[in-house]
């Protein structure tokens, strides 16, 4: 199978990627690899396992789950207990299975709650959910044996109980655990999507009445799912306590199970791969962005909906969608198309990223005392120049962008139209 | 006794805010089938745009403008963006305006900044209406529970005696029976949203300075609406009417209710030394778990009776 192939092809290089990178950043003067990026791909590790466990539900059992971090929060509090146990020597297991101890703890809470929420699907499933995350995260704030109330409970992660001699000491062999149960868990999950679990659980996705009539039971495929992808939320849960040493309620509140799910839906969730892209690209525009503006989460708000609207399958749906042009060999022909649609497109997003700013400097900037500088020239967010150059660029570039896109859409139809009697059979069309 | 008493108006006046955001979500799932996260946004909306409107012309203006472009704006939601998802199913209508949230969010903090604002009660309604038991109850709650009963009794009226009322409901249940007698049904869909909107931003303006009017009331409120909505059962008013009273209640009286698990066999002569999570789950006092009273009793609600308190349809 070709597909195969090119797909572990595709596994070897990200690994390979993934222990290389650090090294890119190299600080002769300091001995060390840049602290800064590698908490940022540390983080993004962690990510990956939160959006691909996310998407187990989303995408693959089409269950719209809002308590995901309570899982990932779950097993982060868990590995501070676990780890806070083994220092006191009360807890023999070595550094390098603990991520599982904390999984499996989630994976508890996740059989308790799944229980409750698999009863139901659809908006129901979503309700329920909402509600456990909320009863949990107020629960984290108020219990504070367990929980350690708003000031989270800390930990030391050199406990010196490592299988290979390593003292987890230096950030980068927290980044190598990282990784190495990142792609664990990815190749768990890869895997599960190919058992007979993951494929009914696309079955009951996909049309749920015949999923029943074939003699399953939804109801339990819908519960398998949700404990593993706690299972695996929990593994993610247990890396950021080790990477942070402390646990806070924020591990498990409402924002980072909106962030699985941006990272999931805006990756792509009908490709394996997807919720790895998104998780990749929020982590960057969070740690890049967020240093930069106030206001990253509008730009991932909008973006956010813009996927929603015109392209539900995801930045790798849009990707994969190229693959019978790339197949007859006709993507030079997108070259200039693409090209048209870029330019208006920038235009676009230069506005609305110039108008947004300028608000947002006027108010949150002007209550902080910041200025808005651009290449160090600073810039009055009370003259009038600046709003209008950007309300130009924005509505300019809106209208520029809808005639190119329809430009680009009819290049887009004759290709597929064209691929279509070639070969005469069916070519899945981008959504 | 007096506590009784002052916690039971002051629970009424909660649930009926909470019954004002709650219809309108009900509303607008039972017709569309769609959950509206943002239902919460357009309330913290409505109290935002009454500050700035009643800072100009007054509160009363406000109390009809902010509403009616609270409104406005739910419909422009409706056609522009809605619809569009619409074809992509009810997953992608949930994720649209759960991507809404986020934009509202922090375009009301873009806008108005980060600090609450200095929306208070009107002059005029800001005495106190009668003493009960040397405690004072204010007019403006009896104000807000004023525009709250009309509201539900227009609510009430429109749908059960005029024409619009009668399509309305007819669209809710046979949407294709409607539309094949010649209604424009989507029309009503529009109108349906911006209505529960309407009520949502009427909500914010009276719940605005009543609560503080800050970036965080959406979250906040959100979640306590959406439990209401399941607690009473999905697309039933009558139900979400008794659910809003009921959560009202349980929030006002948890505040004041001291007493904790224990305290219930403490007469059978069991004391509590050891200091670890159970024992912490046992002695903990009710009014410290009060916020988190909503959310275990609609998981509870949803084991035993997943309908809802008076849901026609499993939700």
């Known amino acids: 199978m070709t597909g195969m192939i090119g797909k572990s092809w595709l596994w070897v290089a990200a690994v390979a990627l993934a222990v290389l990178l650090p090294w890119c950043f190299y600080d002769f003067h300091t001995g060390r690899q840049s602290g800064f990026v590698l908490s940022m791909l540390g983080q993004m590790g962690m990510m990956i396992i939160l959006a691909l466990s996310y998407n187990m539900l989303l995408g693959q059992s089409g269950l719209f789950s809002l308590c995901h971090a309570t899982f990932f929060g779950m097993g982060g509090y868990a590995m501070v207990h676990f780890l806070n146990a083994a220092g006191d020597g009360d807890l023999p297991v070595p550094m390098e299975l603990m991520p599982l101890l904390a999984g499996l703890a989630s994976l508890a809470l996740a059989v308790v709650f799944g229980y409750m929420a698999t009863k139901q699907r659809a908006t129901a499933f979503a309700m329920i959910t909402l509600g456990i995350g909320e009863l949990m995260a107020t629960a984290a704030l108020m219990f504070h044996h367990f929980f350690g109330g708003e000031g989270g409970v800390s930990t030391n992660r050199t406990i010196n109980n490592s299988l290979f001699g390593l003292t987890y000491g230096p950030s980068i062999q927290v980044y190598y655990l990282i990784v190495a149960w990142t792609f664990i868990a990815a190749l768990a999950m890869f895997f599960l999507t190919k058992t007979p679990l993951g494929r009914m659980a696309n079955a009951t996705r996909d049309n749920f009445e015949r999923a029943q009539f074939m003699g399953y039971d939804p109801r ?125 497109g920038l235009l676009l997003v230069l506005g609305f990223v110039g108008l947004v700013e300028l608000t947002s400097f006027l108010t949150i900037g002007a209550a902080q005392g910041k200025t808005l500088k651009l290449n160090g020239n600073e810039i009055d967010v009370h003259a009038t120049m600046p709003w209008l150059i950007s309300a130009v660029a924005l509505i300019g570039g809106g209208a520029w962008l809808w005639l190119e896109a329809r430009y680009f859409r009819r290049v887009w139809d004759g290709l597929m139209a064209d691929l279509k009697a070639a070969d005469g059979k069916a070519v899945r069309v981008l959504a | 006794m007096e506590i009784v008493l002052i916690s039971l108006l002051n629970g009424l006046v909660y649930g009926m805010l909470l019954f004002m955001l709650a219809s309108g979500l ?216 008794i659910a809003s009273i009921i959560m009202g209640m349980v929030q006002t009286f948890a505040v004041v209710i001291d007493y904790s698990l224990i305290d219930l ?28 009273l909503p959310f275990a009793m609609m998981i509870l609600m949803l084991l035993f009776r997943p309908r809802g308190l008076l849901g026609t349809r499993d939700t």
């Not at chain 1, 849960?237 to 799910?261: H, K, R």
């Not at chain 1, 990253?296 to 392209?311: N, P, Q, T």
């Not at chain 2, 040397?134 to 525009?147: H, Q």
């Open chain 1, 220 to 344: 339990m495929v819908r519960f398998l799912q949700f404990a593993l992808s706690g299972l695996f939320a929990g593994i993610g849960g247990g890396l950021y306590a080790v990477t942070y040493e402390i646990v806070t309620f924020d591990a498990l509140a409402a924002p980072l199970s909106a962030n699985a799910l941006l990272m999931a839906y805006i990756g792509g969730t009908t490709v394996f791969g997807g919720p790895v892209l998104g998780a990749v690209l929020i982590t960057l525009l969070q740690s890049g962005v967020s240093l930069m503006s106030n206001s990253w989460l509008v730009y991932v708000g909008v973006l956010f909906i813009c996927m929603v609207i015109f392209a539900p399958s995801g930045i790798a749906g849009l990707i994969l969608g190229h693959r019978p042009i790339v197949r007859a060999g006709k993507l030079g022909q997108l070259v200039v198309p693409y090209i048209r649609v870029l330019i208006p």
């Open chain 2, 26 to 241: 009900t509303l607008i799932f039972s017709m569309m089938g769609v959950l509206n996260f943002a239902h919460a946004s357009i309330y913290m909306i409505g109290a935002y745009l009454a500050f700035t409107v009643s800072r100009f012309i007054g509160f009363f203006p406000a109390l009809i403008i902010a509403p009616i472009l609270c409104g406005l704006l739910g419909a422009g939601i409706e056609v522009w963006g809605l619809r569009r998802v619409h074809q992509n199913g009810h997953i992608a209508e949930l994720l649209f305006t759960f991507g809404l949230v986020f934009i509202i969010q922090r375009g009301v903090q873009m806008t108005w900044g980060m600090l609450p604002m200095a929306y208070r009660v009107p002059q005029i309604l800001d005495f106190p209406l009668f003493t009960l038991f040397g405690a004072n109850f204010p007019a403006y709650r009896g104000f807000m529970l004023l525009i709250s009963a009309g509201m539900l009794l227009g609510t009430w009226l429109l749908l059960k005696k005029t024409r619009v009322g009668l399509i309305i409901q007819a669209a809710l249940t046979h949407p294709q029976m409607a539309s094949s007698l010649g209604h424009n049904v989507p029309a009503v869909f529009t109108i349906v949203f911006a209505g529960g909107c309407l009520l949502a931003g009427l909500a914010g303006v009276i719940g605005g300075n009543y609560q503080t009017t800050e970036p965080g009331m959406a979250d906040a409120m959100g979640p306590i609406v959406f439990v209401v909505v399941v607690f009473g059962g999905l697309g039933s008013l009558a139900g979400c009417f």
């Open chain 2, 265 to 292: 066999v403490k007469p059978l002569g069991i004391s509590i030394t050891a200091d670890n999570l159970l024992t912490e789950i046992l002695t903990v006092p009710v009014s410290r778990i009060g916020a988190l």
